[in-house]
């Protein structure tokens, strides 16, 4: 999938990754990608999951992609963090 398609997730509040996942689908867009490591694995679980709920029925998740990245800490040590990639799709009918 391009990067225009994605959505990373951080430490903003979870409607704001919400209205962003709402904006790509309103765009056009049928298939996009929710990506997050670490400590927000939850709030990419939460998105996802408040998005078909509340806001759009149609939409489904089509893969769950695990893993895990070496990252550089604060002090320079390398360090494994989990990775989370969720695809969803709307259906058009």
Do not use: Q, W
């Amino acid at each position: 999938m391009e990067s225009g398609n994605t959505v990373y997730i951080g430490k903003k509040p979870i409607i704001k990754y919400i209205l962003a996942c709402i904006t790509l689908f309103h765009e056009g867009l049928n298939k996009i990608t929710i990506k997050a490591r670490g400590r927000s694995i939850e709030r990419a679980i939460n998105v996802v999951e408040s998005l078909r709920k509340y806001y759009m029925s149609d939409i489904k998740v089509h893969d769950v992609r695990l893993g895990s990245e070496i990252v550089r800490s604060i002090n320079g040590e390398p360090r494994r963090v989990s990775t989370i990639t969720i695809y969803l799709i709307r259906n058009s009918t």
